[in-house]
């Protein structure tokens, strides 16, 4: 009645529309399993899987093998060029192992050397700070020795000058 374009007068709806659209939907799908079932059958004979019943094996028992033909040969190069690939990953593998082993010796030597320049500059920050040490105990002893020397100095060149003040002081008075 949908396809006539029947609609309910109660509702201006088109009649049948829910049940056509579940049809078509089933039908669709019912295609869709169906393309699958070929497409699972299809390669299941590509594999040798093929149907397992007495009239079958009947059928392949008959069936005689000759290895000679060229049938198989795209087997055996498919299985040469697997083992190719297997043994091209594998010394990929061994080529990749080696250079991370020399890596990792270049980084042990570099940081064998980084601790021995450490150590070094530790040893000469040491020693500059040791020498610094006994330059500014020098340099105190000096400035302290000036320091009384000046002083002593000053007292000098009070005595002289209180020597020569009262002398002249005197000199005046007479």
């Known amino acids: 009645m949908s396809e006539l374009g029947m609609v309910s007068a109660e509702n201006g709806q088109p009649i049948g529309q829910e049940e056509l659209e579940a049809l078509r939907e089933?039908?669709?799908n019912s295609r869709?399993?169906?393309?699958?079932?070929?497409t699972i059958f299809r390669l299941a004979t590509v594999l040798g899987l093929g149907p397992t019943s007495s009239a079958a094996q009947g059928q392949c028992e008959s069936h005689n093998v000759n290895s000679n033909d060229n049938e198989t040969l795209w087997i055996w190069f498919s299985i040469f060029l697997l083992a190719v690939a297997w043994i091209g990953f594998a010394v990929a593998c061994y080529k990749l192992c080696v250079r991370m082993d020399q890596r990792m010796q270049h980084n042990e030597l570099q940081q064998?050397?980084?601790?021995?320049?450490?150590?070094?500059?530790r040893d000469l920050i040491d020693q500059h700070r040791?020498?610094?040490?006994?330059?500014?105990?020098q340099y105190s002893n000096f400035v302290s020795q000036t320091n009384q020397g000046l002083a002593?100095?000053?007292e000098y060149m009070d005595c002289i000058h209180d020597g020569f003040g009262t002398s002249w002081w005197v000199c005046e008075i007479q």
Do not use: I, M, Y
């Open 26 to 28: 089933s039908h669709s």
């Open 32 to 38: 869709d399993v169906t393309k699958l079932a070929k």
């Open 112 to 121: 064998a050397e980084t601790d021995t320049f450490t150590g070094h500059q």
């Open 152 to 154: 002593t100095l000053e």
């Open 130 to 137: 040791a020498n610094h040490l006994d330059l500014r105990t």
